[in-house]
């Protein structure tokens, strides 16, 4: 048997090429390599989206829910909010009532025995008494407790009237709420 000579050759061809051809084989592998990876991230990228819009219409439903709850609690909100401004209403009105009672029991305790009330009007800030006297030495007593007591300041006699006929004096009084 005949020996046949096989020329094997381990150099690369490509070194036999120039820089150019080198530099452009390497630029066209980089470049497939940069296409691969913008496919695989867009792909990823498209698939994310599916993810994304799953958590949106999770998040429509969950509000659309809770819309329904909260609109469900509309009515007891606004019945809430109704007896809220009520009660407001009624603690600022027991307020104002109280230091009316308070006033008018101040009154009463600063009245002589022989002195009757005809009137009492109460304002935010003052009151007005109309008295009835069958002295003047009483309806004197009268202006001088009320210039006394410590609850009432700038006490005015509006008017007076002297009633012969049955022997009455009748005077009305504005009193200013301390």
Known sequence: MAKNDVAINLASQESSQGFYDNFLSWALGIGKL???????????????RFSLDNQIANLNTQIQSEQLITESYAQNEKIFRNLQS??????????????TIKSLFDIEALLPSNIKLNSVAFTSSTVTVAAVAYSTDSLKSLTSAFQSSPDFSNIKLDQIDNSTSNGTITANYTLTLK
Do not use: H, M, P
């Not at 009520?86 to 230091?99: D, F, H, I, P, V």
């Open 86 to 99: 009520r009660l407001s209403y009624a603690s600022t009105y027991n307020k104002q009532e109280n230091s």
């Open 34 to 48: 940069v296409v691969i990876i913008t496919e695989l991230i867009a792909l990823i990228a498209f698939i994310y």
